[in-house]
Structure formats: structure tokens, C-alpha cells
């Protein structure tokens, strides 16, 4: 069975400071790795993904993420984070034949 | 292009009653996915539905049951509701099947006294 673990429940930063979100999953087959973010009163929505090829990818609003094969890792990061980046970000693994699993999602607070 | 739209919005029921959530995609969109959230377990999967067909579904009891429609259209049905199905069920949808990217919609909330 497919697993995903975020092992940062809740996060606080300083506007500036650097990301680091930790997912790590659990599947022996190929996988296909999502970030969504949900800002406040707002729908979930992508951040970024990987399916193949470049293991360090680019999403929206300045947020990348690298695909450790031999780790199981997609940890999302961005260089400085702004107070609108408060969300709560979940990481999501699905496999080729449309399985989904979700994390149980990081809130991150960012304190102007 | 309007997006995923769900109906309806909050739900209140008692133990042992039964309730139809429905999800309207985006246009064009043939892939409807559905999710239970609840504070503190994320996203559960529930099923997929793609052209009209359960592709997928996940680990819930046979109380929880879905179809899907020739214009994708999707409803989700309980049945004998307990209070731990109090929850934001979520609907996404996709162009394609899964994995294809999920746009998501803002949920039905569902208490159950």
C-alpha cells in the first residue's frame, strides 16, 4: 500500500526566511509526485508537479521541489517566503493507474 | 471556464440517514475524483470515476458509493451515517484520468449529529 508522510505538522516563519517542507512516500512502483497549497477560504490548488525527466521542478509563485529517487522524497522549497505563503500545503503521490494518496498536510504561518 | 462547482455546500443529518453530495466539473473535463477531509488525516481518496467507470477506489466501507454521468457529472452518496463521516467532502476533476492534474472545488460540509 501506497503512503505519504509530511513530517512537519506546523511551521512558523519570519517573512524572508527559507522553505523547507519534508514528504516522503512509500510505493515500489512509479509514482507521479504533487504539491497543492490551500491559502484561507480559498479551493486547493497545484503547486507544482513531477511526472519524469528534470527531478528539480518549478511551480507557481517561486516554489520548486526535487524528486530524490533514492530517498522516496519531494520537498518542496522556496528561497524566501512572503507573509501571502501562509497555507496549508499538502503532498500527494499517484500512481500511473490513478490511486491518490494525499500527506495530512503542513500549515505553515508566516509572520510579517 | 467556470470551475468545479458542489452541491450543496453544507449538510446537516442525523445517525442513520443517507445523503447525495454532487460535483459538477469543469467543461470539458472527463476524470471526477472524490475525497473525504478531515482536521488532522488530510485527504482521504475515496473513488474515481472517468468516462462513467470507477477507475479507483480507496479504503471506505461499501456505505460510501458514487456514479458519474454522461456529461461527467458525479454524485456521491452515504448511507447509514455515522458521526465519524462528519467531514468537507471534496471533489476534483481532471481533463484526463488520473494523474493527470485535479482541480479542486470548495466542498460540501457534512455534519452528522
Known amino acids: 500500500a501506497q503512503s505519504v508522510s509530511q513530517h512537519n505538522h506546523h511551521v512558523i516563519l519570519s517573512e524572508a526566511a527559507s522553505l523547507e517542507l519534508g514528504c516522503n512516500y512509500s510505493?515500489?512502483?512509479?509514482?507521479?509526485l504533487f504539491w497543492y497549497v490551500q491559502y484561507p477560504g480559498q479551493h486547493l490548488q497545484l503547486l507544482l508537479k513531477?511526472?519524469?525527466?528534470?527531478?528539480l521542478v518549478k511551480g507557481i509563485k517561486g516554489f520548486e521541489a526535487e524528486f530524490i529517487k533514492s530517498k522516496f522524497s519531494f520537498n518542496l522549497r522556496k528561497p524566501s517566503v512572503q507573509w501571502s505563503d501562509t497555507a496549508e500545503y499538502f503532498c500527494a503521490v499517484i500512481t500511473n493507474a490513478g490511486k491518490s494518496t494525499f500527506g495530512d498536510g503542513t500549515t505553515l504561518t508566516v509572520k510579517p | 471556464k467556470a470551475g468545479v462547482t458542489q452541491t450543496p455546500r453544507y449538510l446537516i443529518k442525523t445517525r442513520g440517514q443517507q445523503v447525495t453530495l454532487s460535483c459538477s466539473p469543469i467543461?470539458?473535463?472527463?476524470?471526477v475524483s472524490w475525497y473525504q477531509q478531515t482536521p488532522g488525516q488530510g485527504l482521504q481518496f475515496l473513488f474515481e470515476y472517468f468516462s462513467e467507470t470507477q477507475r479507483n477506489k480507496g479504503n471506505f466501507p461499501g456505505r460510501f458509493s458514487g456514479r458519474q454521468f454522461s456529461n461527467s457529472r458525479s454524485e456521491m452518496n452515504v448511507s447509514t451515517l455515522e458521526l465519524g463521516d462528519s467531514a468537507l467532502y471534496l471533489c476534483?476533476?481532471?481533463?484526463?484520468?488520473?494523474?493527470?492534474?485535479?482541480?479542486f472545488g470548495p466542498g460540501t460540509r457534512l455534519t452528522v449529529l
Open positions: 467543461s470539458g473535463h472527463r476524470s
Open positions: 476534483a476533476s481532471s481533463p484526463d484520468r488520473a494523474p493527470d492534474t485535479q482541480y
Open positions: 513531477y511526472f519524469s525527466g528534470d527531478p
Open positions: 510505493y515500489g512502483g512509479t509514482v507521479n
